[in-house]
């Protein structure tokens, strides 16, 4: 058994480089087409990087945002969907870095528990259900997970963009297998 | 390093390399990703073609659409208290943008508009109590917004205000998707 390595991914969805052409020039139409193309992908990995639609909605903005501004640096030198998937990972990443240090600097209240709760006291149901699991794990171990087994990222390139120490992106893996094992029925 | 020997582990795995690589955004989203570019103003998207399914309104119509929106979302509130008029629910804490910096939510206000608009219709499928919970967070919701949005009409290039004003707005919409399909099943 090996991690999903590039050959794994899908075939790029991108339309032709015309269509990216004209976004890069600023045609808003052709932009739309590249985000039809995308959105599925790149809202999948918002989703699973954090806990609930709510906040993949709004990591999924921003990398659209991102994609426009950042777009014209495109030099078509790997596909728009390996491009763009990078640049999904690294606006994730970011964000939710900088939410972290901001829920650490102030406490929830009790209503922002109930407003903001993700589905994590729904029981799971009989069979495997990992989409339901995967918000369960705490922060660390759900990126790392996400990243190197659905995403098929290497563990060190893993280290490199979390910053985060080899052995403790192993620890955070080892975890979070444990964690789902624990979640899913025997 | 990261292969699992365990066999449960190594069956988790496969399960997680199997999970669709593709899951549909909310219907929402384009709207969401035109209305921040168009904010931000950092490469533009053209008018005519930023959102080729809307239709650019002249400038005193889009000021009393806007002020229309207000009204059928005050009165969509109203409906779903029933003839409490004192009541603020589900009503955007400020319907009319009265700075550019607040055109930016104008999508969430439409999206929250027409779900408190469905949900308003269904109100008596809810049990009192629910509707009381819904109502409550709703008032807390529309509360938080009301500041946060004065805050940005104060300081318009403040991100972090912008970035408050999103999540409650997607708290609002989040709570009022779930109450219609509450009400719904």
């Known amino acids: 058994m090996r991690p999903v390595s590039a050959a ?40 699973r990087m954090s806990t609930d639609r709510v906040r993949a909605t709004e990591l ?18 790997s596909s728009l969907g390996t491009w763009l998937h990078r640049l999904a990972i690294n606006t994730i990443l970011e964000s939710l870095r900088s939410e972290l240090r901001r829920t650490a600097r102030v406490s929830a209240t009790d209503d922002d528990i109930l407003l903001a709760a993700p589905a ?23 990126q790392v997970f996400v990243l190197h087994v659905v995403e ?35 | 390093m990261t292969l699992p020997v365990d066999p449960r582990e190594r069956r988790l795995d496969d399960a997680a390399r199997a999970l669709p690589r593709e899951l549909a955004p909310p219907s929402e989203l384009l709207g969401l990703v035109h209305d921040a570019i168009a904010s931000r103003q950092v490469r533009a998207l053209p008018q005519a073609a930023a959102a080729p399914v809307r239709t650019e ?27 409490t008029p004192a009541s603020r629910v589900a009503s955007a804490p400020a319907d009319i943008p009265s700075s550019p910096a607040l055109a930016q ?65 997607n708290q609002k919409l989040d709570l009022l998707r779930r109450s219609t399909a509450l009400s719904a099943s």
């Open chain 1, 8 to 47: 794994d991914i899908p075939p790029d969805p991108s339309p032709d480089a015309d269509v990216i052409r004209r976004a890069q020039a600023g045609d808003a139409g052709a932009f739309t087409t590249l985000y039809h193309a995308h959105a599925g992908r790149v809202f999948a990995l918002c989703l």
């Open chain 1, 60 to 77: 999924a903005q921003d990398v659209f945002v991102k994609l426009w501004e950042r777009l014209p640096q495109f030099r078509f030198e």
């Open chain 1, 120 to 142: 994590a006291t729904a029981p799971l149901d009989v069979q495997m259900d990992l989409e339901r699991a995967i918000p369960l794990l705490a922060s660390g171990p759900r």
């Open chain 1, 152 to 186: 098929g990222m290497p563990a060190d390139e893993i280290a490199t963009l979390t910053g985060l120490a080899p052995a403790t992106v192993r620890v955070h893996l080892h975890r979070a297998r444990r964690h789902l094992l624990t979640l899913m029925p025997q």
């Open chain 2, 57 to 83: 309104f002249p400038r005193g119509l889009a000021a009393a659409a806007m002020l229309l929106v207000g009204v059928l979302i005050g009165a969509s509130g109203m409906l779903l208290v029933g003839r």
């Open chain 2, 105 to 169: 939510f104008a999508s969430y206000d439409r999206e929250a508009r027409d779900l408190a608009a469905r949900l308003a219709e269904r109100r008596a499928t809810l049990r009192p109590e629910t509707i009381s919970v819904i109502e409550r967070s709703l008032r807390q919701i529309d509360d938080a917004l009301a500041d946060v949005r004065a805050a940005i009409e104060r300081d318009p290039a403040s991100r972090s205000l912008t970035d408050a004003a999103r999540r409650l707005y």
